[in-house]
């Protein structure tokens, strides 16, 4: 395909080209790129219009290092929570992603960031498992539905032999619809279960990924051997969780602090970096252990890192250039 011009390219385009296994080894790298300084942050790093109802609009971006791209994400959210509005049929995407050369400066790549969004943020969840996990993890819950979800047990099944997958989600039709849809496409064994207790008991992993804003998950509820990585977008785990927890580890300390849940922790002095015990790089390189015995309760909150996004992106974006994938808008 003539890389002239500017490529688009659909959800659906991002489908056909976007590999499950190789998602995972690029958001690792992008991980390491990070704690290792091969990222240029834009500045400031987040620019938003946060109106206090309807929509707000959201941009981050970066320039990586070890390749000669720049990028950004543009996304709109509810107020309220959530990127979805069932009162009206979607008139185009409301999340997007932004290519541009860095050495010759050209917009290079719009492309819709739904599935390629979720896909990261499972292959983030899947890395951090891999390390974190005890052996021979089976055993999965599955806290939410959404588009995250979708993504999630897919990947993680790149990377364990997942025996049994339980879902649950806020209302009974989308938890059976998922554990259908979901099951059949992929064919994994995924369970509907009624409650998140129920989901938990005895679950090896965790992905929780809902739009809650009450804590949906007891300390109680975590057995032995747990590893639970929570991306959601307020808090998701009682606050005993952060504290109780073997080991609580983030994927960046800097950037997840901002979240609301680490926001409020740290100003109430309930939470601080003393209760951290490792950034996911640290384990990563090797340079604090990870998992030490089968009966730690790890926790890993994460914020997702928008390198990450731009790397997974200019994987995306070459390997639609290769076969002829997506829509090029002439320049």
């Known amino acids: 395909m003539d890389s002239t011009g500017i490529l688009y390219l659909s959800n659906e385009d991002v489908k056909k080209v976007l590999d499950l296994g190789r998602a995972i080894e690029i958001t690792e790298q992008a991980l390491r790129d990070h704690s290792e300084g091969r990222v240029i942050w834009s500045t400031p790093e987040d620019l938003a219009i946060k109106p206090e109802q309807g929509w707000q609009s959201w941009v981050t971006g970066c320039a990586l290092a070890t390749e000669p791209v720049a990028g950004f994400r543009i996304r709109s959210i509810k107020a309220a929570g959530g990127s979805r509005d069932v009162s009206r049929p979607p008139r185009g995407p409301r999340r997007i992603l932004i290519l541009s050369d860095r050495e010759g400066g050209e917009i290079r790549a719009i492309m819709d960031e739904d599935w390629c969004h979720a896909v990261r943020t499972a292959a983030a969840a899947t890395v951090a498992m891999r390390v974190l996990a005890r052996k021979g993890a089976a055993t999965m819950a599955m806290l939410g539905a959404g588009d995250t979800a979708r993504a999630a047990v897919p990947v993680m099944a790149k990377a364990f032999a997942l025996k049994e997958i339980r879902v649950t989600s806020r209302t009974p039709e989308s938890c059976?619809?998922?554990?259908?849809?979901?099951?059949?496409?992929?064919?994994?064994?995924?369970?509907?279960?009624?409650?998140?207790?129920?989901?938990?008991?005895?679950?090896?992993?965790?992905?929780?990924?809902?739009?809650?804003?009450?804590?949906?998950?007891?300390?109680?509820?975590?057995?032995?051997?747990?590893?639970?990585?929570?991306?959601?977008?307020?808090?998701?785990?009682?606050?005993?969780?952060?504290?109780?927890?073997?080991?609580?580890?983030?994927?960046?300390?800097?950037?997840?602090?901002?979240?609301?849940?680490?926001?409020?922790?740290?100003?109430?002095?309930?939470?601080?970096?003393?209760?951290?015990?490792?950034?996911?790089?640290?384990?990563?390189?090797?340079?604090?252990?990870?998992?030490?015995?089968?009966?730690?309760?790890?926790?890993i909150r994460a914020i997702g890192l928008v390198n990450q996004d731009i790397a997974l992106a200019n994987y995306i974006y070459n390997s639609a250039l290769e076969k002829s994938v997506g829509t090029v808008l002439p320049y």
């Not at 129920?198 to 804003?213: N, P």
């Not at 785990?237 to 740290?266: G, I, P, T």
């Not at 090797?286 to 089968?294: E, H, I, L, M, V």
Request: proline share 3%.
């Open 176 to 299: 059976r619809n998922y554990a259908k849809e979901v099951g059949a496409e992929y064919s994994l064994n995924i369970r509907p279960v009624e409650s998140t207790e129920e989901a938990l008991r005895g679950a090896d992993l965790v992905v929780s990924a809902t739009t809650t804003s009450t804590p949906i998950v007891k300390d109680a509820w975590l057995g032995e051997g747990i590893t639970v990585y929570s991306i959601g977008k307020h808090q998701e785990m009682e606050s005993d969780v952060y504290k109780k927890a073997d080991k609580f580890v983030v994927d960046s300390w800097l950037h997840c602090k901002n979240k609301s849940d680490m926001q409020r922790m740290l100003k109430e002095n309930f939470l601080s970096e003393r209760n951290l015990y490792a950034e996911l790089p640290e384990l990563l390189a090797g340079k604090k252990p990870a998992r030490q015995n089968d009966r730690e309760r790890i926790f």
